[in-house]
């Protein structure tokens, strides 16, 4: 489970990286009263994963936006299908956008590798497929949760674990 806490973490490291504070172009171009509707919707065939993910990324700038889910975490998808909607303010949701996708393509891609493997399992098989702690440094929480979306297992957490 992703807590609110370890989202939050994620998200403000990504948000700090990515923003540097500001959005120079945003704030320039964009009236504060301007309002805006966004629909992130599937490249490809993917196995959905990252809603609460992408709603924390817009909801660090503004609290004020609304949110639809179309499609739950771990709901296999086909191209065009719309995931997620976001509707507010055009500052915080031009400031957030790249940073949200950046952050749920890698938690859905890894949902949908995982999901490809799982598939290929016979059934009726005893064989199940797990994770490695080998993630990357700082995602760990979302990769794992990412790789429970996908139908697979999760091994141990940390080297202290059974």
């Not at 952050?103 to 890894?110: A, E, H, I, P």
């Not at 598939?119 to 009726?124: R, S």
């Not at 994770?131 to 940390?158: F, S």
Request: overall charge positive; glycine content about 8%; aromatic content about 4%.
């Amino acid at each position: 489970m992703l807590t609110k806490f370890i989202i939050d973490e994620v998200v403000d490291r990504a948000l700090a990286e990515d923003l540097a504070g500001e959005d120079l172009t945003t704030m320039a171009t964009v009236s504060p009263e301007t309002r805006a509707r966004a629909t992130a919707k599937a490249k490809s065939e993917l196995v959905v994963c990252g809603g609460d993910v992408f709603k924390r990324v817009f909801k660090r700038l503004a609290n004020d936006l609304s949110f639809e889910v179309c499609e739950a975490d771990g709901n296999l998808v086909k191209p065009g299908t719309p995931i997620w909607r976001v509707e507010g303010s055009a500052r915080p949701i031009l400031m957030a956008e790249r940073t949200a996708l950046n952050l749920v393509q890698r938690m859905s891609g890894t949902a949908t590798l995982a999901r490809r493997y799982v598939e290929a399992v016979p059934p009726g098989s005893k064989t199940r497929i797990v994770d490695t702690r080998k993630t990357t440094p700082g995602l760990r929480a979302l990769e794992r949760y990412a790789v429970r979306c996908g139908g697979a297992h999760n091994h141990r957490d940390t080297l202290g674990s059974a």
